[in-house]
DNA sequence: CGCGGTCAAGTGGCT
DNA sequence: AGCCACTTGACCGCG
């Protein structure tokens, strides 16, 4: 079992999602920013090997504007030599890699321009990993998008674009995960059987909508939908509800105990942890000891 | 030089 | 109807 945590290391002093707003969008701030925030990702992976971590998301933000009509910049050609390396370097060492591209990119939107924007999008984030020549055991995850009243539609909607629009190197790559309020883990296996994709699991989304499945038997139906090959093991992401937060909000910081019992609940399953935790690699850290302690890590 | 409003993008639930 | 949260804050103009 791999453990890791997403996108940010608060220990180090440099941050790989810098930015900058597109209205001071320049090819020199663009070539800039990038060499900055693929450095720091480069001193992340180097930190979480020699911290035991061997499981990492890498920022949507690698690259500002990389899937905006404004770049038109040929980034991937000017970095490629970069990305080889930070590559090698994942894969001497044996790191899973995903990404999670965010709220804007939904396949099944009713609207075509949100599609469209939404496979550039993958196709940006998939670059990356091709960049790094990284096999399709690293993934890009994302969510089953919007319902609009009638989500069985919705779900169709969704296989379609996957069948008839989707790149075959975004195809390779391409997860879905169980959210926390439309799209459950059973809606999700729906979608597995219509696209093959592999299904995430979010044990605290599953928490918030769920078909009545106990953990131990979501897990086991998440982790069939792999296939070992091809895909890896079960890549899952991890927290806890924050007590007396709004349903769905992650704990500050790692409840040991919680993690504990999850460890035990799911023992027999082979599966690499995405912590969604906010203080990241501090609490990654523990979880370490905690399944080193109980012999999966 | 620190603070806080705002930032490319979508959706649905809550107030 | 507007605000907020979402896998992750960071930028930049203003005082």
Same mark, same amino acid.
């Given at each position: 079992?791999?453990?890791?945590?997403?996108?940010?290391?608060?220990?180090?002093?440099?941050?790989?999602?810098?930015?900058?707003?597109?209205?001071?969008?320049?090819?020199e701030?663009?070539?800039?920013?990038?060499?900055q925030?693929l450095?720091?990702?480069?001193?992340?992976?180097?930190?979480?090997?020699?911290?035991?971590?061997?499981?990492?998301?890498?920022?949507?933000?690698?690259?500002?504007?990389?899937?905006?009509?404004?770049?038109?910049?040929?980034?991937?050609?000017?970095?490629?030599?970069?990305?080889?390396?930070?590559?090698?370097?994942?894969?001497?060492?044996?790191?899973?890699?995903?990404?999670?591209?965010?709220?804007?990119?939904?396949?099944?939107?009713?609207?075509?321009?949100?599609?469209?924007?939404?496979?550039?999008?993958?196709?940006?984030?998939?670059?990356?990993?091709?960049?790094?020549?990284?096999?399709?055991?690293?993934?890009?995850?994302?969510?089953?998008?919007?319902?609009?009243?009638?989500?069985?539609?919705?779900?169709?909607?969704?296989?379609?674009?996957?069948?008839?629009?989707?790149? @075959?190197? =975004?195809?390779?790559?391409?997860?879905? +995960?169980?959210? *926390?309020?439309?799209? &459950?883990? %059973?809606?999700?296996?729906?979608?597995?059987?219509?696209?093959?994709?592999?299904?995430?699991?979010?044990?605290?989304?599953?928490?918030?909508?769920?078909?009545?499945?106990?953990?131990?038997?979501?897990?086991?139906?998440?982790?069939?939908?792999?296939?070992?090959?091809?895909?890896?093991?079960?890549?899952?992401?991890y927290?806890?509800?924050?007590?007396?937060?709004?349903?769905?909000?992650?704990?500050?910081?790692?409840?040991?105990?919680?993690?504990?019992?999850?460890?035990?609940?799911? @023992?027999? =399953?082979?599966?690499?942890?995405?912590l +969604?935790?906010? *203080?990241?690699?501090? &609490?990654? %850290?523990?979880?370490?000891?905690?399944a080193?302690?109980?012999?999966?890590?």
């Open positions: 079992m791999k453990i890791g945590y997403p996108c940010i290391n608060w220990t180090l002093d440099c941050s790989p999602s810098r930015t900058f707003r597109l209205a001071s969008y320049t090819e701030r663009l070539l800039e920013t990038v060499a925030n450095a720091c990702l480069r001193r992340i992976l180097e930190y979480n090997v020699q911290h035991g971590l061997f499981f990492f998301r890498l920022t949507s933000d690698l690259v500002p504007f990389a899937s905006h009509p404004i770049n038109t910049y040929n980034w991937q050609e000017h970095f490629k030599p970069t990305f080889l390396e930070l590559g090698e370097y994942i894969k001497r060492n044996n790191m899973r890699i995903s990404m999670h591209p965010d709220q804007f990119v939904v396949l099944n939107s009713p609207n075509e321009q949100t599609v469209k924007n939404s496979i550039a999008e993958l196709v940006y984030q998939g670059s990356i990993l091709d960049l790094m020549e990284l096999d399709t055991t690293a993934k890009l995850q994302i969510h089953g998008g919007g319902a609009y009243g009638d989500k069985s539609t919705a779900i169709g909607r969704f296989a379609e674009v996957y069948h008839t629009m989707l790149p @075959e190197a =975004v195809k390779a790559r391409l997860c879905v +995960e169980n959210d *926390d309020r439309t799209y &459950s883990l %059973l809606d999700c296996l729906q979608l597995h059987e219509l696209t093959g994709m592999p299904v995430i699991f979010d044990n605290l989304h599953h928490e918030c909508v769920n078909n009545g499945e106990p953990l131990n038997e979501a897990i086991q139906f998440a982790s069939e939908t792999w296939d070992p090959v091809k895909d890896g093991i079960l890549m899952m992401d927290s806890s509800q924050a007590y007396g937060e709004r349903k769905g909000k992650h704990t500050p910081s790692i409840e040991e105990q919680l993690f504990h019992d999850f460890l035990l609940e799911t @023992e027999g =399953v082979e599966l690499d942890v995405m +969604e935790i906010k *203080d990241k690699e501090a &609490s990654a %850290l523990k979880a370490i000891e905690i080193k302690a109980l012999g999966r890590a």
